[in-house]
């Protein structure tokens, strides 16, 4: 599994639990849990797929046997910031997506 491949998974667990509430409480006001689901998926669909393609991309890179591929990679991490090559995850806006 990917570095990020395990935050999906903890998410996946609190939106089960989330969804059954979101369901029973989109019932009681008259809506349609499966058409509020399909807007869900029509939103979150290309970011979620542009997550997983980078964390796909990056496998190999993540998983090198020690060696100068390795220490090669180990080199460009130590001199870029991580959090700013991933901007665009972190500075994600849900409310206003």
Do not use: C
């Given at each position: 599994m990917t570095q990020r491949g395990r935050t999906p998974e903890i998410a996946i667990?609190?939106?089960g639990i989330g969804g059954l509430a979101a369901a029973a409480f989109l019932r009681r006001a008259g809506l349609i849990p499966v058409r509020a689901l399909r807007r869900y998926e029509a939103?979150?669909?290309?970011?979620?797929?542009?997550?997983q393609e980078v964390s796909h991309?990056?496998?190999?890179?993540?998983?090198?046997?020690?060696?100068?591929?390795?220490?090669?990679?180990?080199?460009?991490?130590?001199?870029?910031?991580?959090?700013?090559?991933?901007a665009w995850i972190y500075e994600y806006d849900a409310q206003g997506s």
């Amino acid at each position: 599994m990917t570095q990020r491949g395990r935050t999906p998974e903890i998410a996946i667990l609190g939106g089960g639990i989330g969804g059954l509430a979101a369901a029973a409480f989109l019932r009681r006001a008259g809506l349609i849990p499966v058409r509020a689901l399909r807007r869900y998926e029509a939103r979150r669909l290309p970011r979620t797929t542009r997550l997983q393609e980078v964390s796909h991309g990056r496998s190999h890179l993540n998983h090198l046997p020690d060696g100068p591929e390795q220490s090669a990679r180990d080199k460009v991490f130590a001199g870029s910031d991580p959090l700013a090559a991933n901007a665009w995850i972190y500075e994600y806006d849900a409310q206003g997506s």
